[in-house]
Nanobody, 115 residues
Framework: QVQLVESGGGLVQPGGSLRLSCAAS????????MAWYRQAPGKQRELVARIFSGGRTNYADSVKGRFTISIDNAKITVYLEMNRVKPEDTAVYYC?????????WGQGTQVTVSS
């Protein structure tokens, strides 16, 4: 069993910055990829950023150049650095980890961008 615990969400003003963290614990083996998804009210969950075990990353077009995903392998923690945030970034952000055919999710952390 794997547990993913997100932290770092909150209220931020447009143009500001926020860093989300996701710590993995439990039955820990190497993950094929870890990612951040988000879900805004009334919308489907969407991929924000993903990092593969080899370090390759991909991003949603809407966050390219503003968000950065990174991973601390020793701590098994994945981060999402969010810069120049916009009101449309408001959503619940979920951490995801993939190991083989298994898919794990965190409980989500709310990010609200508002003045």
């Amino acid at each position: 069993q794997v547990q993913l615990v997100e932290s770092g969400g909150g209220l931020v003003q447009p143009g500001g910055s926020l860093r989300l963290s996701c710590a993995a614990s439990g039955s820990i083996f190497s993950f094929g990829a870890m990612a951040w998804y988000r879900q805004a009210p009334g919308k489907q969950r969407e991929l924000v950023a993903r990092i593969f075990s080899g370090g390759r990353t991909n991003y949603a077009d809407s966050v390219k150049g503003r968000f950065t995903i990174s991973i601390d392998n020793a701590k098994i923690t994945v981060y999402l650095e969010m810069n120049r945030v916009k009101p449309e970034d408001t959503a619940v952000y979920y951490c995801n980890a993939v190991r083989g055919i298994d898919d794990f999710w965190g409980q989500g952390t709310q990010v609200t961008v508002s003045s």
